[in-house]
């Protein structure tokens, strides 16, 4: 979402299968309460569109302006939203949006912050963009919570290499357990917080997790920025592509992501 840090998963068919799959049920269930019709929305760094999607249906005749860094994936976006007539599109800085203070009623942001420079000053600005009395609402994954079992060679070896990844480009894969701070750092005085999980554990689950995972780990972005950093060989990726193959298999493989939530009340 930012030119000031580089967004370390690119945009490989490993990567958007994953954000393909992203509903309001399955991503943002702790905004569902918060969202009626007639509500003005900002999705910010909205990726393929499928988690807009469900806002807009939920807050039409209300607008819902889909934002990301990436004019690509809007076109992908755009796809996913064909059928609403209440969905525009916008290339966005989330450090610097491009809304007038008090434009939205919702501002909401999913998987975004843990990829950019300053996520308070990414919640400042979300918090400028809401009307008074709106909410942000952030869901972010935290890696150093992930857990799998069994854990077979090579599967040990993925979350070190995603951390010097990460943290060399600017992110910060623990964004979970940092959000109440983020929000207290930039503003927020009225923040509530809560945490939900994804989980794989059915062949189907672990074949296609294995794959956005351990395939992202040998033909995405973030192999390339693990070999060019220094962090692991070519050989050593596919190593840990070999892992998550052999936990896929497992079965009584099973692996589940914790993600940390807020509702900030602007």
């Given at each position: ?37 007639g509500l003005s929305v900002l ?224």
């Amino acid at each position: 979402m930012t030119a000031k840090a580089t967004y370390t998963h690119g945009h490989h068919e490993s990567v958007l299968s994953s954000h393909q799959w992203r509903t309001v049920e399955n991503s943002a269930a702790h905004l569902v309460e918060h969202l009626r019709p007639g509500l003005s929305v900002l999705d910010v760094g909205c990726g393929p569109g499928t988690i807009t999607a469900g806002i807009a249906e939920r807050v039409a005749p209300g607008r819902v302006v889909a934002a990301d860094s990436a004019e690509t994936v809007l076109d992908e976006a755009r796809r996913n939203t064909a059928s609403l007539d209440n969905v525009e599109f916008a290339v966005a800085d989330v450090h610097a949006l491009d809304h007038p203070d008090g434009t939205f009623d919702v501002v909401h942001a999913h998987q975004v912050l843990q990829h950019v420079a300053d996520p308070v000053q990414a919640l400042r600005e979300m918090r400028r963009v809401a009307r008074p009395g709106g909410i942000v609402a952030v869901r972010e994954a935290d890696f150093g919570t992930m857990a799998w079992y069994p854990d077979p060679p090579g599967m040990d070896a993925w979350l070190p290499i995603y951390y010097k990844v990460a943290r060399g480009n600017g992110g910060e894969p623990d964004a979970g357990r940092r959000l109440v701070s983020w929000a207290r750092a930039a503003g927020f005085t009225d923040v509530t917080a809560s945490a939900s999980a994804w989980c794989y554990a059915t062949p189907q689950e672990r074949e296609w997790w294995s794959e956005s995972w351990g395939g992202r780990l040998i033909r995405s972005s973030v192999a390339d920025h693990a070999v060019a950093g220094g962090h692991a060989t070519r050989a050593e990726l596919q190593r840990v592509y070999e892992g998550w193959k052999a936990w896929a298999a497992a079965e009584d493989g099973w692996y589940s992501v914790t993600h940390g939530e807020i509702i900030c009340r602007a």
